[in-house]
């Protein structure tokens, strides 16, 4: 079983940025493509955007502007930044692993999540 | 308002079955396989059916998945008060370049 760690800054103000970072220590982490996934409170599922096993990116066009996903081989680790944030940014986010490439919408593993609040 | 149009709510009893329907532009769910994501409180997303009707290891037959023209819909029989939560279809949307998520449904086990 892949386990997965998050962790990151929980609480920001309008206009920092969020900075979040998932990691395993299992060796398909390197190997695999990644999302960045959100949930508002009480609402539903967002995705923000993937990484492939290339570093390749792919961003939700409604986020895209502020976002940046990267990973880093020799950690297994990837990072979600996005900047600006305002209070529509609160939400919890989870990495999730893709099943297999070419199907983003098929994830598999997913972080406990973390929970961000952006207030001033 | 969601790509992907799912009912707010689905109710039953114990042992019974509810069916949730996932409904969207001939350009989605034609092309691109749709799976779903049980969120119960607290808890990570789960996947528990991909490409329409696939269940991924450790997820029961009491969960199917079968598509209806443009709607896909996911089936849960033998209902246990564990499956209460909220499910989420998605799929890949070609035209917006995402995955998009339906609105969610929340299943409540009477």
């Known amino acids: 079983q892949v386990q997965v760690q998050q962790w990151g800054a929980g609480l920001l103000k309008p206009s920092e940025t969020l900075s979040l970072s998932c990691g395993g220590q299992?060796?398909?982490?390197?190997?695999?493509?990644w999302n960045w996934v959100r949930q508002s409170p009480g609402q539903g599922l967002e995705w923000i955007g993937e990484i492939n096993d290339r570093g390749i990116t792919i961003y939700n066009p409604s986020l895209k502007s502020r976002v940046i996903i990267s990973r880093d081989r020799s950690r297994k680790r990837i990072s979600l930044s996005l900047a600006s944030v305002t209070a529509a940014d609160t939400a919890v986010y989870f990495c999730?692993?893709?099943?297999?490439?070419?199907?983003?919408?098929?994830?598999?593993?997913w972080g406990k999540g973390t929970t961000v609040i952006v207030s001033s | 308002q969601s790509v992907l149009t799912q009912p707010p709510s689905v109710s039953a009893a114990p042992g019974q079955r509810v069916a949730i329907s996932c409904s969207g532009h001939t350009l989605n769910i034609q092309y691109h396989f749709v799976s779903w994501y049980q969120v119960l409180p607290g808890k990570a997303p789960k996947l528990i059916m991909f490409d329409n009707d696939v269940r991924p290891s450790g997820i029961p037959d009491r969960f199917s998945g079968s598509t209806s023209g443009t709607s896909v819909n996911l089936d849960i029989t033998g209902l246990q008060t564990g499956d209460e939560g909220d499910y989420f279809c998605a799929t890949w949307h070609s035209g917006l370049s995402a995955v998009v998520f339906g609105g969610g449904t929340k299943l409540t086990v009477l």
């Open positions: 999730a692993r893709l099943l297999a490439p070419m199907a983003p919408q098929n994830m598999d593993v």
């Open positions: 299992d060796g398909s982490f390197s190997g695999s493509s």
